[in-house]
């Protein structure tokens, strides 16, 4: 197989950089600190990169994952800190039409008032990350091709995942790096029972809405607390009243001053994805087609949610976090584009991939081992954008609640008929304790008539497509095959939800148990959609396996390539964000986002008053802050470089999604803010770093604190922490 051979070619090294390289770009493995110490020594660190490797030594022991957000220890009571929008999801399962909670803002002031965050809520402690390309990759024969190539894969990483989580107790994943060039195995300490401890009103945490999203200057105090519980022996356990607070093996001291321009900073944790080696044909079609579309079709989505539920009522309360989730990447999609259609980054692309061909055309040895490297991916990319529009609509179809219970339950049902080793992941039974929660979480996200209503709406859109990028079986199950008709379309969706039993949680659980002949013997029109989409859905994931098989054997060989040539160029070299722990550094700085504007690295309080407006939805603030800030009542929190309190500030590190929640991190290791947002001109930072225009977006320490004292009440949690000055 190509790329085994170019993976011993390529020493740990050349994964990392060679020469000169701009100190905030690159978002780096803990493996790689010591190699880049230079740099990080440089822009100001005061700790010893090569003890930051160790994941069992401070402070990458006291840096967490929430599944999907960042947090992090604050107190040997394990308390946890995170952003406002990674606990959305938890304040709102908590809040009524007559107890709002996203509202009216929640304090603990005892351990007892805790409440329980949503179920399936975690708290993951890292204690390893393992190099298991070998592993993953060395068994496997060279003539292994396609589909079972990817069941190959899936297969090893089963194994390793298995003997890895020697309990319940632990959480164990294979990531991928490089497009399958190098696996690592990580190993996670999983705490079950979390509760809600603090969260400000959303007047705070989420001051400014969906306007401010992504925008400068920002006002956000972008924060909530958790705790998390173990049982009375220290190990990990379901909620219970008996359960103590886990004692994490370090925390952050938590600096009352703050940061000022042009100090160090960091930010340590699990960012998402970025695409950043993505050839230039992907870029192009992404752009120009995939982003448009989803900004189109999640803008759409919304409307229909407000329409039909309106303001405050217990149905949009059950939608909020949805709603969020969908307005904050309508507005990442759209400021994509514009940077994309503003710049030179597909033109920029297409060149470097033309020097790459041309730098492997110029040796015998580099064509021998790279020449086909771009050619066979540019094939299999085309191969992936085929049914786009099919597969695109179909999953915003599939994000409803129902037909996504449906088709869960049913899926179960098949695996539960194969050894759990054989069963797909998320059906095998490590899983089942999250799919169990996953079913409880339904009823607090769902409402029929939303439901309907964004089904309708994107039914009908669906039925406009050609014939070549329609689902044969979907049209027959709403009989669409003869052509489209809203009334009847409406009358099959109301006798769908009016018939099933599938809103109750106890009926869903139940169907966890069911035999695939249950199913098909059910009257339920949900599980009979479900039974009668199975085939054809198996059918298509089939396809898909194979085209990523594919993919996985055909990405690795061309990163080889680009790597071997970035190498060569002295150019930075660091893996794609893929979910796993990373660390990014730079400096509290502003930037000028056009010709004539500069921005200044922070706000403060007076700026945030500015913005009120009263009864607004995202500018709205309560009296007592409006009172406090007219007053200046800031006590020691005021900072005389900034006349005021500083809420909100700017940095060059480089982050995306999934670093929300993130801390922020002097150089002695200290708390100093949290992350939750970049600027809107870096957004496109995903795809191309720009050191002029990246800048990520903290909510401050002594804005924190100064709220926590003097607007919320929230003395007690100010107490259990370690502040330094």
Request: hydrophobic share 35%; proline share 3%; with cysteine.
């Amino acid at each position: 197989m190509l790329y085994k051979n170019l993976i011993k070619a390529l020493s740990l090294s050349s994964l990392v950089f060679a020469g000169t390289l701009q100190a905030d770009e690159g978002m780096w493995q803990p493996h790689q600190l010591q190699q880049i110490s230079g740099k990080l020594k440089q822009a100001g660190l005061e700790l010893d990169p090569t003890q930051m490797e160790n994941l069992d030594q401070f402070p990458m022991n006291a840096i967490i994952s929430l599944g999907g957000c960042t947090a992090s220890f604050l107190s040997e009571q394990g308390l946890v800190v995170t952003n406002h929008h990674c606990a959305y999801g938890s304040i709102q399962y908590n809040s009524s039409e007559d107890k709002n909670l996203l509202k009216q803002g929640f304090v603990a002031k005892t351990k007892a008032e805790e409440l329980q965050a949503a179920p399936g809520s975690r708290v993951y402690v890292t204690e390893s990350l393992t190099n298991v390309t070998e592993k993953i990759t060395g068994s496997i024969a060279s003539s292994v091709q396609g589909e079972a190539y990817y069941n190959a894969i899936e297969k090893n990483e089963k194994a390793l995942v298995a003997e890895c989580e020697t309990s319940q107790d632990y959480r164990c994943e294979v990531y991928s790096f490089h497009g399958g060039l190098e696996y690592f195995l990580m190993k996670q300490l999983a705490l079950r029972d979390v509760r809600l401890v603090y969260a400000p009103p959303s007047s705070i945490g989420k001051f400014g809405g969906d306007t401010d999203n992504w925008m400068w200057p920002r006002h956000t105090g972008d924060w909530a607390f958790y705790r998390a519980y173990v049982n009375k022996d220290g190990k990990p356990a379901d909620y219970s009243k008996d359960n103590v607070p886990f004692k994490p093996k370090a925390f952050l001291n938590v600096n009352a001053n703050g940061v000022e321009e042009n100090d160090y900073v960091m930010v340590l944790g699990y960012p998402g994805r970025t695409n950043r080696y993505r050839i230039a044909d992907e870029v192009e079609n992404v752009f120009t087609w995939v982003y448009p579309t989803s900004k189109r079709y999640r803008e759409e989505y919304i409307d229909v949610i407000k329409t039909t539920a309106p303001a405050g009522s217990e149905a949009r309360i059950k939608y909020e976090s949805t709603l969020a989730g969908l307005a904050n990447y309508a507005k990442n999609y759209g400021s994509m584009v514009e940077s994309f259609n503003k710049g030179d980054m597909l033109t920029r692309k297409q060149q470097e991939l033309t020097e790459l061909q041309d730098w492997i055309n110029a040796s015998a040895d580099r064509q021998k081992q790279y020449g086909k490297a771009l050619k066979e991916l540019n094939q299999l990319v085309a191969e992936t954008e085929k049914n786009q529009q099919r597969d695109l609509i179909m999953s915003y179809i599939g994000r409803t609640n129902l037909m996504s219970v449906s088709k869960r339950l049913y899926r179960l049902a098949n695996e539960k008929t194969k050894a759990d080793s054989e069963r797909k992941q998320g059906y095998q039974q490590r899983d089942m304790k999250r799919f169990t929660q996953g079913m409880k979480r339904v009823n607090r996200r769902y409402d029929a008539e939303v439901d309907k209503a964004v089904l309708a709406h994107f039914i009908a859109e669906y039925a406009q497509f050609p014939a070549s990028e329609r689902n044969p079986t979907f049209d027959a199950f709403f009989a669409l095959t003869d052509g489209f008709d809203a009334d009847k379309l409406a009358a099959k969706l109301d006798e769908m939800h009016s018939n099933t039993a599938l809103d109750d949680e106890a009926t869903r659980l139940a169907w966890m148990e069911k035999s695939v002949d249950d199913f098909k013997a059910s009257d339920d029109p949900y599980i009979q959609y479900a039974v009668s989409q199975y085939d054809n859905d198996r059918k298509q994931e089939q396809q898909a396996e194979a085209l990523y098989g594919q993919l996985a054997q055909a990405r690795p060989a061309f990163m080889a390539a680009m790597i071997a040539f970035k190498k060569s160029k002295g150019e930075p070299v660091y893996a794609d964000a893929n979910s796993s722990l990373r660390i990014t550094y730079g400096n509290v700085k502003g930037y000028s986002p056009q010709d004539g504007l500069t921005a200044t690295p922070f706000t403060t309080l007076e700026g945030m008053l500015a913005k009120y407006v009263a009864g607004d939805s995202e500018f709205d603030l309560f009296e007592n802050i409006r009172t406090a800030i007219a007053n200046k009542d800031y006590g020691k929190y005021y900072r005389e470089k900034v006349k005021s309190v500083p809420v909100n500030y700017l940095s060059t590190l480089d982050i995306t999604g999934g670093n929300s929640g993130s801390p922020t991190l002097n150089g002695k290791g200290e708390f100093v803010g949290l992350v939750f947002d970049g600027v809107y001109e870096s957004i496109i930072g995903d795809w191309d770093y720009d050191t002029k225009l990246n800048r990520a977006i903290h909510t401050s320490v002594p804005f924190m604190l100064w709220t926590m004292e003097h607007i919320d009440g929230a003395g007690n949690i100010v107490d259990e922490m370690t502040i330094v000055e």
